[in-house]
C-alpha cells in the first residue's frame, strides 16, 4: 500500500537531488534505484521504498515479515520513524494527525 506524507515547508530541499538517497543510506545501508524509487531492507522490513512526489510530498510504500521477532518488529518502527522524521520534518504524531485530517476530508 502506497502512502503519501506531507513534508514539512522547507524541509523538501534537503532531499532534492541525492539528498533523499543519502538520508536512506545513512539509515538503512545498502538502497538501491528501481523505478525513479529507492528501495531497501532492513530488521521486519522486507521491502521499503520512497520516492520523493515533489518537494512538499513523499511517497512510502513497505512489506514485513509477519513472523519477525517482537524485537526485530520494535527495531524496524524506530528505524523507521527516525527516517521519517528525518525526511518529512514531521514526527510520527504529527504525520497521524496529518493523515486523519486528509481522510476526514476524503483526500484519501
Not at 35 to 60: D, H, I, M, P
Not at 73 to 88: H, P, V, W
Request: proline letters at 0%; glycine letters at 8%; charged letters at 35%.
Amino acid at each position: 500500500m502506497n502512502l503519501k506524507f506531507d513534508i514539512k515547508r522547507g524541509h523538501g530541499a534537503l532531499l532534492e537531488g541525492d539528498g533523499l538517497k543519502n538520508l536512506m543510506v545513512e539509515s538503512f545501508g545498502d538502497v538501491r534505484e528501481e523505478n525513479g524509487a529507492y528501495v531497501t531492507s532492513f530488521g521486519a522490513t522486507t521491502r521499503f521504498e520512497v520516492k520523493l512526489l515533489s518537494k512538499t510530498a513523499l511517497e512510502v510504500s513497505s512489506e514485513s515479515d509477519k513472523n519477525a521477532s517482537e524485537e526485530a518488529m520494535k527495531e524496524s518502527n524506530r528505524k523507521y520513524n527516525d527516517f521519517m522524521l528525518r525526511a518529512t520534518g514531521f514526527s510520527s504524531k504529527e504525520r497521524s494527525k496529518r493523515m486523519q485530517k486528509k481522510a476526514k476530508e476524503g483526500k484519501l
